[in-house]
C-alpha cells in the first residue's frame, strides 16, 4: 500500500472504532510512538508496547461519548490527521480531547506516529 492508501486505511478503521484492527494491520513491528512531553508514555517502542499502551488508555475510560477522525493530508511518505474525542476518564471527569496525529509510512506500513495535544488536568 501507498501512503495515501494507508491513511485511509487508517481513517476508516478509526471511523468504525476499530483502533486495534488498524494497529494489527498497518503498523510495523518496529514502530516508534510519541505522546507529549509529560504525557504518561512518552516514547514507546515496537508493535506490541504501543498496543499495550493502547490498551491501557482504553482502560481509563469510562465512556467514550462520540468523536471524529478527519480525512488524512498526505505529503510524501507523511500524512496527518485530526481526531477529537469527548471522553469521560475514570476518576478525572468527562474532557473533549483534540489532536494532531501524525503518521510516517515506509514499506506500506506505519514505522512512526507523533500525537500532538493538551495533556488533560487531573
Not at 505522546?35 to 504501543?50: L, R, S
Not at 473533549?96 to 495535544?117: A, L, P, S, T, W
Amino acid at each position: 500500500m501507498n501512503t495515501q492508501e494507508v491513511a485511509n486505511a487508517l481513517v476508516q478503521f478509526c471511523r468504525e472504532g476499530k483502533n486495534f484492527d488498524a494497529m494489527n494491520e498497518l503498523y510495523a513491528d518496529n514502530i516508534v510512538s510519541e505522546e507529549p512531553k509529560g504525557a504518561h508514555q512518552e516514547f514507546t517502542n515496537g508493535k506490541e508496547a504501543v498496543i499495550g499502551k493502547s490498551k491501557q488508555w482504553f482502560e481509563s475510560v469510562e465512556e467514550i461519548h462520540g468523536g471524529t477522525v478527519s480525512d488524512p493530508i498526505v505529503s510524501g511518505n507523511f500524512f496527518a490527521v485530526t481526531m477529537d474525542t469527548d471522553v469521560t476518564f475514570k476518576g478525572m471527569g468527562r474532557v473533549n480531547m483534540q489532536e494532531i496525529c501524525v503518521y510516517e509510512v515506509k514499506d506500506g506500513k506505519i514505522v512512526f506516529e507523533r500525537f500532538f495535544y493538551n495533556i488533560p488536568e487531573h
